[in-house]
């Protein structure tokens, strides 16, 4: 590969090649670009006409990098991520964050929870452009336009970087108006005369919840008449006193503190987990994603789970793990 720079070498085509060696696809990165198949294509062999080499192997069915364009990848994310960088610390000279941050959550956490937190700092970075991503399916943040995401769970993928935020567990729970018509259960047996409202998990309801107390430990078989991939709407069903819901602690704790819904069975817990933020190891961070990542680890420090389990130790940057839940 030479070592002098083309002059007509433009930082798009960087941008786009460093979006194909990560997403794997050429549509896939002139998606997340908002470019034609047909100027995306254009664009790469314009740079592979310019850097005079072949960067990509091309197939009816993938596309990979050469070993020159691994080598020009390895770069390239560097020298982006330098310029971007020396952007942002310009801009925050003036206290004003710019550039887009794309951030996926899951649905219920996104819009209770992680949408009301980025006020503020949005507040102080008005130029600054925040994409929600909210799905309680797992995005893949190597291959979508993700810079980070914030999930439940504990992860085993060394190729993905893990920042604490908090601890919190399941807490059942149910409103007022169906714990007075339906009585309030005091074992987990008890649940099988009871509508549980399961959330969709990897296209399957979640029917079997766990229990603990002290030392004793124990898995129901629940039944109920709802079912949905969207944990905000079953925590809205039993909102509605449509049933029982087993939810994170974090989800519900403005319906417990509003009484909209009341923690049933205390003296028995749900499994605790971490809620983490989760970002590729080998991607360049720019500053205003590291800024976004501290305001997050503050906030979610004064939140007051009702799950009585304190946050995170935020000063450890790496968590090591079993499979997400």
């Given amino acids: 590969m030479k070592t002098n720079w083309p002059a007509d070498l433009q930082l798009s085509q960087l941008q786009l090649f460093v979006r194909l060696a990560e997403a794997g696809s050429l549509s896939a990165a002139a998606r997340q670009l908002e ?51 020396a952007r942002s610390l310009l801009s925050a000279q003036r206290e004003e964050l710019s550039g887009e941050i794309h951030l996926a959550a899951p649905l219920d956490l996104g819009r209770t929870v992680l949408s009301p937190l980025l006020d503020t700092f949005q507040a102080r ?4 452009r925040v994409v929600l991503h909210l799905s309680d399916s797992v995005h893949d943040l190597l291959r979508d336009r993700v810079d980070v995401a914030v999930r439940y769970g504990i992860l085993r993928d060394s190729s993905l970087v893990v920042r604490p ?23 987990p047996s008890e649940l099988a005369r009871h509508n549980c409202l399961a959330l969709n998990v990897a296209g399957r309801p979640e029917l ?15 039944e109920g008449n709802r079912v949905a991939d969207d944990g905000g709407l079953v925590r809205q069903w039993a909102v509605a006193g449509l ?12 319906d417990l503190a509003a009484g909209r819904l009341v923690e049933v069975m205390p003296g028995w817990q749900g499994d605790s ?3 983490q933020a989760i970002l590729p190891a080998q991607r360049h961070l720019p500053l205003r994603v590291r800024r976004l990542l501290d305001a997050l680890v503050m906030q979610f420090s004064r939140l007051d789970d009702p799950a009585g389990i304190p946050p995170a130790d935020a000063s450890n940057d790496n968590t090591a793990s079993a499979p997400f839940d």
């Fill in 35 to 85: 470019l034609t198949p047909a100027a995306a294509s254009a664009s790469l062999k314009r740079l592979e006409a310019a850097l005079a080499v072949r960067l990509v192997e091309r197939s009816t069915r993938s596309m990979r990098l050469t070993p020159e364009g691994e080598l020009l990848r390895e770069h390239a994310v560097r020298a982006l991520g330098v310029l971007d960088d």
């Fill in 125 to 128: 970075h008005p130029r600054l």
């Fill in 165 to 187: 935020l908090a601890h919190t567990r399941r807490t059942l729970v149910g409103a007022p108006a169906y714990l007075a018509l339906h009585g309030h259960p005091a074992h």
């Fill in 208 to 222: 079997r919840w766990s229990f603990h107390r002290g030392t004793e430990s124990l898995k129901v078989k629940v």
């Fill in 243 to 254: 049933g029982l819901a087993f939810k994170a602690g974090i989800d519900v704790r403005a």
């Fill in 273 to 275: 987990f971490p809620l």
